[in-house]
Each structure stands twice: as C-alpha cells, then as structure tokens.
C-alpha cells in the first residue's frame, strides 16, 4: 500500500485564510477558531458548539485520514466534556446535539467522548473512542453515549495528554480500521476493525464539538487525508482447453425435397444422354449404308 497526501483535502498549518478566504479549502462554523498552532473548536466554557468542515467531497475509494488532536482543561476527573468527533457525511455545516453537529446523520461518524453519561454502567474507562455509521434515520443516543449504534471502540487517555494525541481512521477493500496513538511511542494501537462496510463517495470531511454544563478545550492540529493506491490480485481465467472453443457442425441429413431435385435431375441427365447417343447412333448408321452404293 502507498500513500499520497491530498491537500485539498487536508487541513494543517499555517492556516492561511482558514473560513474567510474563497481560496480555503475549509470553512468554520460556530465558536471555531483560529491560533498559530490549531483550530480551536470549542473553548473551556459551557454550552458552546464549534465546527470545521471542508468544501471538497471526497471521491476515492481506498483513503486514510489521520488526526492530531488535544483535549485539555482545567476540570477534575469525570467533571469535563462533551468531547469531538471526526465526521465524514453527506450534510456539512449542521448544528446538533452530536458533538456539535446534527442527529440522524448520514456517514460516519469517530466519536471522543470525554463524559460517561451512562454512570450506571462502569465496564468501560472514558475518554472513550467509537465510531458508528449512520443512515439517515438512526439517532446518537447521548444519554447512552451511543451504546446501541457503536461498531466498534476502545479507551484511550487522550484528555489532559502529556504526548501528542491521534487518531487513524483507514478505508479500504469495504473495510475500515480505526486505530490511535496517545502515549508517544508511534504505536499505533487498534480500536475498532469493521468488515464489509460500503461508504458512498461524494462525502464531507469535518470536526466538531460541543461543551454542556461541563468543558473543555477541543483542539485540530491537523487532518491529513491520503489517498490509498492498493495493490489489487486480479483472477485471470485459464483455458486449459481449447477444444472448449470449438463448434461441430452436425450432418442434419437430406430433405424430401432435396432428395426430390437430386433425382429429377439425375433424370433429366439420362434423358440427354439418351437422346444425344440416339442421334450420334443414326448418323453413324446412315453413314454405313452410304459405303455400300
């Protein structure tokens, strides 16, 4: 596999122009800002909402995108939130309960959920990672922290991170691999691996995040998209046999009326010849008779 980055579909820095220019590839929605060093989606304060999202669609068909984050504040263990999300979906530039971003989304959707809302529950550790694929109709149940529609997901401590933080997301052959690394020895470590999941093209990338009653700062470093070139085995099928290709073409006989023909002109060929040895017996005849006078 080879990788190639797409910068138009990429956001790092410096951002020239990010959301004010008509030459940027990207626009910025809500409380989403920029700094030298990041975009910054939503600050440490309550109730705000934050987005960036490209204007390109995506159209390959075997991609990786790779995303350097930080989530920091200054609130105490399980007294910070919401968290972001990394989106890829038909509709751009919505607000919404999800992360910051609309409900029954259509695309796919990377969640960093830094709040358990399902305290009741306690088999996982937060921040928690997980991605889930939505059709228009399904719902993120954020009181559930979208238990009942996850694929696939880990934990991973990427809030208040000492390293850099990053999440994988990869796309290829109908499969999709997520993937993180927070503790700084460029291991990547699996989160989700799914199997036999179609993503239409034409689709927006974006980042998105919100703050409730509790905060925090949810930063993009970058998100850089490469596009995958796969090496496919291609099954050439074999003609061991040739003769598989050859016709016979079967006798299918002689008709009545063929056989009618045949023997009217073998008829009519008699019928000369029998006429052309009865002149050619009278001549000679007359021709003997001729001799004796």
């Not at 504040?73 to 990394?86: E, P, R, T």
Request: aromatic share 10%.
């Amino acid at each position: 596999t080879e990788e190639f980055l797409k910068k138009e579909l990429s956001l790092a820095k410096p951002y020239r122009g990010l959301g004010f220019s008509s030459s940027s590839q990207w626009d910025l929605m809500g409380t989403a800002m920029v700094t030298p060093d990041y975009v910054r989606l939503t600050p440490d304060l309550q109730s705000r909402q934050g987005a960036v999202w490209s204007r390109v669609p995506l159209f390959l068909r075997d991609w990786e995108l790779k995303v350097h984050f930080k989530i920091h504040g200054v609130g105490k263990k399980n007294f910070n939130g919401d968290g972001l999300a990394i989106w890829l979906t038909k509709d751009r530039m919505q607000n919404g309960p999800v992360f910051g971003n609309m409900n029954q989304f259509t695309g796919l959707g990377v969640f960093v959920d830094t709040y358990p809302n399902a305290d009741r529950l306690h088999d996982r550790s937060y921040p928690y990672v997980s991605v889930m694929l939505g059709n228009g109709t399904l719902s993120y149940d954020h009181d559930r922290d979208g238990r009942p529609t996850e694929l696939g997901g880990c934990s991973a401590l990427v809030r208040n991170a000492v390293h850099d933080t990053f999440l994988l997301v990869r796309y290829s052959g109908n499969r999709l691999r997520l993937m993180v690394n927070v503790d700084g020895q460029q291991d990547w470590k699996d989160c989700a691996d799914v199997a036999g999941l179609r993503l239409p093209t034409g689709y927006f990338l974006g980042a998105s995040s919100a703050t409730g009653d509790l905060s925090d700062n949810h930063d993009i470093v970058s998100l850089k998209l490469y596009q995958l070139t796969v090496q496919r085995s291609v099954t050439i099928p074999r003609v061991d046999n040739i003769n598989l290709f050859q016709v016979e073409v079967q006798d299918e006989g002689t008709s009545g009326l063929q056989l009618f023909f045949s023997l009217l002109v073998s008829v009519l060929g008699l019928g000369v010849l029998a006429v052309v040895g009865a002149v050619v017996y009278g001549r000679w005849k007359q021709n003997r008779r001729k001799r004796f006078y």
